[in-house]
Nanobody, 117 residues
Framework: QVQLVESGGGSVQAGGSLRLSCSAS????????IAWYRQAPGKQREMVAS???????NYADSVKGRFTISRDNAKNLIYLQMDSLKPEDTAVYYC???????????WGQGTQVTVSA
C-alpha cells in the first residue's frame, strides 16, 4: 500500500517562500510520475507541477518561474519549492503519485498554504 504524506504548509506574506515535502512509503525510484495539485475554496483541483521517472518536469503556467519540483530518491521525498508567493496561491496542496507496480494513483491528505497580501 502506498502512502503519501505532505508537510511544510503554513502562512506566509506575499513575496515569501515555502517548501512543501511529500514523503512516500514506497520507494520513489519505481514511481511513474509524482505531481503536486492544489485546490482553492470553491475551485476545482488543479495540477501545479509534475515530475516523471526520467526527471522531466512540467508546470502550470500560473507557477512557471516561481515553483520548482524536485525529488530525493534516497529519502523518498518529493519537494515543491514555492517562491514569490501570491495570495492566489492560497490552497490546499496535495501530492499525487502513480507507481509502476501499483494499480491506480495515490493521494496524500493535503497541506494548507495561505498567502496574505
Amino acid at each position: 500500500q502506498v502512502q503519501l504524506v505532505e508537510s511544510g504548509g503554513g502562512s506566509v506574506q506575499a513575496g515569501g517562500s515555502l517548501r512543501l515535502s511529500c514523503s512516500a512509503s514506497v520507494s520513489i525510484r519505481s514511481v511513474q510520475a509524482i505531481a503536486w495539485y492544489r485546490q482553492a475554496p470553491g475551485k476545482q483541483r488543479e495540477m501545479v507541477a509534475s515530475i516523471v521517472k526520467t526527471g522531466a518536469t512540467n508546470y502550470a503556467d500560473s507557477v512557471k518561474g516561481r515553483f520548482t519540483i524536485s525529488r530525493d530518491n534516497a529519502k523518498n521525498l518529493i519537494y515543491l519549492q514555492m517562491d514569490s508567493l501570491k495570495p492566489e496561491d492560497t490552497a490546499v496542496y496535495y501530492c499525487f503519485g502513480v507507481y509502476t507496480d501499483y494499480v491506480g494513483g495515490y493521494w496524500g491528505q493535503g497541506t494548507q498554504v495561505t498567502v496574505s497580501a
